[in-house]
């Protein structure tokens, strides 16, 4: 059974500063999701890490893929207020399984 | 832009009552997905459909049902809602691999319904 673990679960952070979230996933898999899901809203694609050593970046934020350690990060960069959110990786065997997400506020 | 809509964003119904989601898709993607979403838990599958009429269980489809009579639509049922099925129901669709997508599997999510079931 495919698991996935995202830590920390809750992350609160000032502004200026830089932070990584993990996500470890148990099975193999080449294929790795980051989501964004701001407060009542749904889920909105941020990142899709395709091969081992994928790197992808937007703005502030950026995502790796190392497939041999069955990890992915997703590094914040200077991070401001607009980054608050709650923030999933998921991990695809025909179907997706998804961490339980990452609260990070950003305060001033 | 893909899109995936759902019949409600708010719902408020009684114990007992047959509750029916509505969600429909514009990007002839083949499958289709309900998640409940709840705070600790995350997101847990309740069905998908991977074609039309046909439908796979999740994780926890118990007092659930669902309807995929056409592509675009994917619908769910809950026979007789429960005060422990209030919750964010979101709706999801993606192409398949064979269906020449960049991103098979990537899933694109509806806005949500938020269930109460007083």
């Known amino acids: 059974e495919l698991k996935v673990e995202q830590n920390p679960l809750f992350l609160s952070m000032q502004e200026g500063k830089n932070y990584t979230i993990y996500c470890n996933y148990s099975?193999?898999?080449?294929?790795l999701y980051w989501y964004r899901q701001d407060p009542g809203k749904s889920l909105e694609s941020l990142f899709v890490l395709l091969s081992n050593g994928a790197v992808k970046q937007e703005g502030r934020l950026m995502a790796s893929l190392d497939t041999k350690a069955r990890l992915s990060t997703l590094h914040i960069t200077a991070a401001v207020h607009d980054l608050s959110a709650t923030y999933f990786c998921a991990v695809t065997l025909q179907k997706l399984v998804f961490g339980k997400g990452t609260k990070l506020t950003v305060n001033p | 832009d893909v899109k995936v809509t759902q019949s409600s964003r708010y719902l408020v119904k009684r114990t007992g009552e047959k509750v029916f989601l509505e969600c429909v898709q514009d990007?002839?993607?083949?499958?289709m997905f309900w998640y409940r979403q709840d705070p600790g838990l995350g997101l847990r599958l309740i069905y998908f459909s991977y074609d039309v009429k046909m439908k796979e269980k999740g994780d926890i489809p118990e007092g659930y049902s669902v309807s995929r009579e056409k592509k675009e639509r994917f619908s769910l049922i809950l026979e007789s809602a429960s005060t422990n099925q209030t919750s964010m129901y979101l709706c999801?669709?993606?192409?398949?691999?064979?269906?020449?997508?960049?991103?098979?599997?990537?899933?694109?999510f509806g806005p949500g319904t938020r269930l109460t079931v007083t």
């Open positions: 999801a669709s993606s192409p398949t691999g064979t269906s020449g997508s960049l991103h098979p599997y990537e899933q694109y």
């Open positions: 990007m002839d993607h083949e499958n």
């Open positions: 099975t193999t898999s080449d294929r």
